[in-house]
T-cell receptor
């Protein structure tokens, strides 16, 4: 089966510019996650969707970050305006399973988008 | 709240020798624990998971981990390192709410020929 797809793979922008990342989860996976991975650290959850609804966005910096999953499939993550500290790899993951809290289904991660803000 | 601490940021072993990557966890309830591996320019891959069944968990590529509640540890081991094992390894704990994952800072494993 096809994995989680992300694009672009790399992006370089100047601070105060805007940027958008796209994620296509594994077909049929209802739960989608966006993570931020800063160099030398583990991934940190930004936002979780169940179908097209937001389950948790408590760690999303909402003054500059936004995300949507309009039809319950693809998702986009946007940063506007970008800051130097936003330089990181942005990972998308998806999970199957019958419910939000089902622990028996693993998260499948995409290759990530490496963002450099100069 | 839950957290994990990976005790070594970098581990270097010779090919064919044992691997030990250490992880301690903190959780106010019975946790689910995972090890993920990240190869350069590739996505994270699940190695193994503990979800309150057997305390010794076997994963892919010969890796295994033992859950020790008394020591709050979940160390990852492999009897014999292979060159292809060189990667970043993350110890992860699952939250009780919405299956959210909390990652450690990672341990970079280098394998010397």
């Amino acid at each position: 089966e096809a994995g989680v797809a992300q694009s672009p793979r790399y992006k370089i922008i100047e601070k105060r510019q805007s940027v958008a990342f796209w994620c296509n989860p594994i077909s049929g996976h209802a739960t989608l996650y966006w993570y931020q991975q800063i160099l030398g650290q583990g991934p940190k959850l930004l936002i979780q969707f169940q179908n097209n609804g937001v389950v948790d966005d408590s760690q999303l910096p909402k003054d500059r970050f936004s995300a949507e999953r309009l039809k319950g499939v693809d998702s986009t993550l946007k940063i506007q305006p970008a800051k130097l500290e936003d330089s990181a790899v942005y990972l998308c993951a998806s999970r199957g399973g019958a419910g939000v809290s089902t622990l028996s289904y693993e998260q499948y991660f995409g290759p990530g988008t490496r963002l450099t803000v100069t | 709240a839950q957290s994990v601490t990976q005790l070594d940021s970098h581990v270097s072993v010779s090919e064919g020798t044992p691997v030990l990557l250490r992880c301690n966890y903190s959780s106010s309830y019975s946790p689910s624990l995972f090890w993920y591996v990240q190869h350069p320019n590739k996505g994270l891959q699940l190695l193994l998971k503990y979800t309150s069944a057997a305390t010794l968990v076997k994963g892919i590529n010969g890796f295994e981990a033992e859950f020790k509640k008394s020591e709050t540890s979940f160390h990852l081991t492999k009897p014999s390192a292979h060159m292809s094992d060189a990667a970043e390894y993350f110890c992860v704990v699952s939250g009780a709410r919405s299956y959210q994952l909390t990652f450690g800072k990672g341990t970079k494993l280098s394998v010397i020929p």
